[in-house]
């Protein structure tokens, strides 16, 4: 595990700046890294579940450990999964699901989907003592990156300007910046 590779991960997870000395996140994206910065994002957000839970109780901790993630992923995984829904759901032909999905407005179905995942994710999260929830979080964060390599890896992707690029090799940066 490199640091150019970690940095370029960090680069394409999450909104941390952590760029080359050109500004750019790197040359080649540290899919190995992946799992390692989503064990670094759930124990963030159990140190955000875990003040707001005494701040404020459970529920208070939960939706901190869920902003937390949000924040600093961008929202990115959001953003996807609203868009998958919107895509999915969507009446229309097989061919128009892509773009819709590519379509930067979002649309009810993807809402719908937002607000039931936030919903759930913040009911689950504040039914868990904080002593369970952070190998919860920290192995969640581990695992969905882990899975994020695996679909990379093993699944084609439709088009080339997606994030699918990933298991070519392309950069961090370019790959940031396509959309969903």
């Not at 999450?14 to 500004?23: F, K, N, Q, S």
């Not at 961008?74 to 892509?98: I, K, N, Q, V, Y």
Request: charged share 15%.
């Amino acid at each position: 595990m490199s640091f150019s590779s970690t940095r370029s991960a960090l680069a394409f997870l999450t909104v941390i700046p952590v760029a080359a000395r050109d500004g750019s996140p790197g040359e080649r994206l540290g899919r190995a890294v992946f799992p390692a910065v989503g064990l670094l994002l759930g124990l963030v957000a159990w140190v955000a579940l875990w003040a707001g839970s005494l701040l404020g109780g459970p529920l208070f901790g939960a939706v901190a450990a869920l902003a937390t993630l949000a924040l600093l992923t961008g929202g990115l995984h959001l953003d996807c999964f609203a868009d998958c829904a919107d895509g999915l759901l969507a009446t229309g032909s097989r061919e128009r699901r892509p773009e819709i999905m590519r379509d930067p407005r979002l649309g009810a179905f993807g809402v719908i989907a937002l607000v039931l995942l936030l919903l759930a994710d913040a009911a689950l999260l504040q039914q868990m003592s904080v002593r369970l929830a952070l190998p919860a979080l920290i192995v969640a964060g581990a695992v969905s990156r882990l899975a994020m390599v695996a679909v990379l890896v093993a699944l084609p992707y439709i088009r080339p300007e997606g994030l699918g690029r990933g298991a070519t090799g392309e950069t961090a940066e370019t790959l940031r910046s396509a959309p969903c």
